[in-house]
């Protein structure tokens, strides 16, 4: 892949974008992570007002640092990046005692997720703030593998934004973008983690398979029947891609437009 093309590639298509949305910049949340530290960056570069927002909820030191080491680089970069903290610890602990109190919340194995996705769904609530106060895009920063591989991403969570600038890019094309631009190594580096549950596990401990190894299943599956035939594979990259292909179809629902009910005409007609 040519990084530096592509990451003009998509600079130009953000601020294309932007141009006649009827809005005046970006926001971004960033958690020291390098999908959002390359969001962050490419949206710095249109040179549109852009607010890099990173918005803790019992988040680890690493991620804390992280954050805000790279948005003091942004910030001394980029004139037009303002760089901001909402702490929504106070807000989620609210939130989750008021859903714990009610007599139908029950605990069971989904508990822990149902919980690790309101995080991510604050966030999305604290982004659209900023965003309607300043008149900004939400800009989003799932990447192709999260998005449209595994599903990894919650729906109206980090899924709630207005554009997807990085949804096309595979995790190694992230961090080989990222890296022409100047990303920090040490955000290159880090194990990704969705940062959802207060400790320090790693996406690849939730979801048994690294990203190197998901991506492999995915340009996989993408080769025509003709060119995935004849091809045997080791015990491992069969366990990867039954994983590959649990996770997508149970979150196929995330990645499709919400199904409508669509009345037949007959029924909307007058009776007759
Ligand atoms: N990034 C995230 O939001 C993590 C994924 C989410 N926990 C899920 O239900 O799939």
């Not at 800009?139 to 096309?168: C, H, L, M, R």
């Not at 596990?201 to 299943?217: F, H, K, N, V």
């Amino acid at each position: 892949m040519q990084a530096e093309k592509v990451a003009d590639y998509i600079t130009k298509w953000l601020k294309d974008y932007l141009g006649p949305s009827h809005s005046k910049g970006f926001v971004v949340g960033v958690s020291g992570g390098i999908d959002s530290a390359l969001v962050s960056t490419l949206c710095a570069r249109t040179g549109a007002p852009t607010l890099v927002i990173e918005m803790p909820i019992h988040q680890s030191s690493a991620e804390v640092q992280r954050s805000q080491a790279h948005i003091n680089w942004l910030t001394s970069k980029f004139p037009n990046v303002t760089g901001a903290k909402v702490d929504l610890t106070e807000a989620f602990e609210t939130f989750q005692k008021t859903v714990k109190s009610n007599e139908i919340n029950e605990v069971n194995s989904y508990s822990d997720v149902a919980f690790a996705n309101m995080r991510s769904r604050l966030r999305m609530v604290n982004l659209y703030y900023f965003a309607s106060l300043k008149g900004y895009l939400v800009a989003g920063t799932g990447n192709k593998v999260e998005d449209f591989g595994v599903g990894f991403f919650t729906k109206y969570g980090d899924g709630g934004v207005d554009i997807s600038p990085i949804a096309d890019l595979l995790k190694s094309e992230v961090r080989a973008v990222a890296d022409v631009l100047g990303v920090s190594q040490e955000i290159i580096k880090a194990p990704p983690t969705d940062g959802l549950f207060g400790d320090t596990r790693t996406d690849e401990d939730q979801i048994g398979a690294s990203y190197d190894e998901l991506e492999w299943a995915m340009n996989h599956l993408d080769l025509s029947q003709e060119q995935q035939g004849g091809v045997t594979f080791t015990d491992r990259q069969k366990k990867v891609l039954e994983i590959y292909n649990q996770r997508h179809a149970a979150n196929l629902h995330k990645m499709v437009e919400i199904p409508r009910c669509i009345i037949p005409l007959e029924l909307k007609a007058k009776q007759a």
